[in-house]
């Protein structure tokens, strides 16, 4: 489908108006009523004023109120900036700033608690606030940043009311900027067309035999690609999607469960969670398939999936927030080669390349690069990372002398003889914890701004439920001792959780390399084998 993003909704109306597009608690919304609310609130967005190209930020668990936001904003012409509900004010003002928000639209409590922070940026016209608050309540309940206007969701213009015409999207416009972090500095935006989105739903709902009478379970954020698939998976075939913000792992199988659900995807953290519970026949009776990506998924976690659902197909995937998704593992290769992350996804072609460019031999490591129509465009308001992550293909003959971009992942790789690849390690300090991707930078800022230490510097120990656990190595500041638990206490009062360090480790000084640096990688062998509680908060 060479069509802008919201059309995915509106073709599933018009071939099953009555059809559950998504579930919310007890609630479903029907095609028909997705595709109404969606062009609604379009217009209303564009009758504030909105214009092409204008962002949209989301600050919102997974509810109805966000689905239609992200696909309005998208269908009005402008982009949709999801944002992980699990952020503190600091992080989420550096996302508003950074992007140039016009509208944002959130809940009254998570309002309340930008109040703190200075204005987050003079772009910011509008506050959509999606649940009212009593007159009692007065600012306290809703108010927001200085500047902008606050106006009730369900005030926006209906039917008959939102006039104004929105503006033309083409397939190649910017839809989306997500949000992801790197091994240096605050989170970077991924900038994402229409193309992008719908070229990786159509890719994905291919090799997973989507099917309009899938039930999709919602459990990971929409500010996460894998997240945001599943919206644009289910509504690329016309299935439901079942939204869960879930508090335990066990409330996750209750719903595949009550919710009949077909298709799970999940990051190696919650699998490994769920790989220890029972799962009950109702469960199991409907779960076709589930997926992983985010990591590697450990074989003993595999293992327990497998027998505790022997009837449900097991997709093992890679994906970079930069190209959507790149890799998956039949489940019919799952025996043979339960460490890989398979080949390339259809309509995607993927690399193995030398640092001079050259491809790699079979089991010869290397850098993996990704090209086609999922390539994001780069990265919001940054030529330089830009240019350093997008870079033309490798080995590419010019077509009229323009050459093809292709994202160079900085993950390294190998392929064996029949080009199946496997996962090696990352090219940079970049931290990956529950599936999140984490910049240490961003960590050490926090603990610095919390002086309480002399010197800090943030690594990625391996965890066996997270992958890697975050863990802070500090000195003690000139004048006293390191209080650990008062730093840890800073830190969770600044980081959501998956930043918060799970350990802080107590040095005289921080070895450093020959460019006089702090060597990070001689402090992540040192500490390896130090004991790291698999679960609870950080001591």
Request: charged share 25%.
């Amino acid at each position: 489908m060479n069509a802008p993003l919201a059309e995915l909704i509106f073709a599933a109306a018009r071939r099953r108006p009555d059809a559950p597009a998504i579930r919310d608690g007890g609630d479903t919304v029907a095609y028909a009523d997705l595709a109404d609310a969606v062009r609604d609130t379009a217009r209303a967005l564009v009758g504030l004023g909105l214009g092409r190209g204008d962002r949209v930020a989301v600050f919102l668990e997974k509810r109805r109120e966000a689905v239609v936001a992200m696909f309005a904003a998208a269908a009005a012409g402008a982009a949709f900036v999801p944002i992980n509900p699990l952020l503190k004010p600091r992080q989420v003002a550096h996302i508003l700033a950074d992007c140039g928000a016009r509208v944002l639209v959130t809940s009254p409590e998570r309002l309340r608690a930008l109040e703190n922070v200075p204005a987050a940026t003079e772009s910011l016209r509008w506050v959509l606030r999606t649940d009212r608050v009593t007159a009692t309540a007065g600012a306290a309940a809703g108010a927001a940043p200085p500047g902008p206007s606050i106006l009730d969701w369900h005030d926006l213009p209906g039917a008959g009311e939102a006039v104004a015409a929105v503006h033309r999207v083409v397939e190649t416009d910017m839809a989306a900027i997500l949000y992801t972090s790197g091994s240096t500095g605050p989170a970077k935006g991924v900038v994402l067309s229409h193309r992008n989105l719908v070229a990786g739903a159509e890719s994905v709902v291919s090799y997973l035999d989507n099917r309009p009478d899938d039930r999709l379970l919602c459990v990971l954020p929409f500010s996460f690609d894998y997240g945001l698939s599943q919206l644009t998976t289910a509504f690329a075939v016309g299935a439901c999607a079942v939204l869960l913000n879930y508090l335990l792992p066990r409330d996750v199988i209750a719903a595949v469960a009550r919710e009949g659900i077909t298709g799970l995807a999940c990051v190696p953290p919650l699998w490994i969670q769920l790989a220890e519970l029972d799962w009950p026949e109702e469960a199991r009776r409907h779960l076709r398939y589930l997926t992983n990506s985010g990591g590697a998924l450990p074989r003993p976690t595999l293992a327990a999936l497998r027998a505790r659902l022997p009837e449900t197909r097991v997709y093992l995937m890679y994906g970079l927030t930069e190209a959507f998704r790149s890799t998956y593992l039949p489940p019919d290769e799952v025996d043979r080669r339960p460490d890989s992350i398979g080949k390339a996804i259809p309509n995607a072609e993927v690399l193995v390349v030398r640092e001079d460019g050259a491809l790699c031999a079979p089991g010869e490591p290397g850098e993996l690069v990704h090209r086609g129509p999922l390539v994001a465009k780069g990265y919001w308001n940054d030529p330089t990372r830009t240019a350093e992550r997008f870079r033309p293909l490798p080995g590419a003959v010019a077509d009229h002398g323009l050459a093809e971009t292709a994202v160079w992942s900085g993950d390294t790789v190998r392929a064996d003889e029949d080009g199946y690849l496997y996962f090696v390690g990352r090219r940079d300090e970049m931290i990956k914890s529950s599936g999140y991707r984490i910049s240490p930078t961003e960590v050490e800022e926090v603990i610095y701004a919390s002086g309480l230490v002399g010197e800090a510097v943030v690594i990625g120990l391996s965890h066996p439920v997270l992958g890697q656990a975050v863990v802070a190595v500090a000195t003690p500041p000139a004048t006293g001792a390191l209080d650990e638990d008062a730093l840890l206490a800073a830190c969770r009062r600044d980081l959501p959780s998956f930043m918060t360090p799970r350990a802080v480790v107590a040095r005289a000084d921080l070895p450093r390399n020959a460019n006089g640096k702090i060597d990070r990688r001689r402090l992540a062998d040192e500490l390896a084998d130090l004991l790291l509680p698999e679960t609870g908060a950080a001591r």
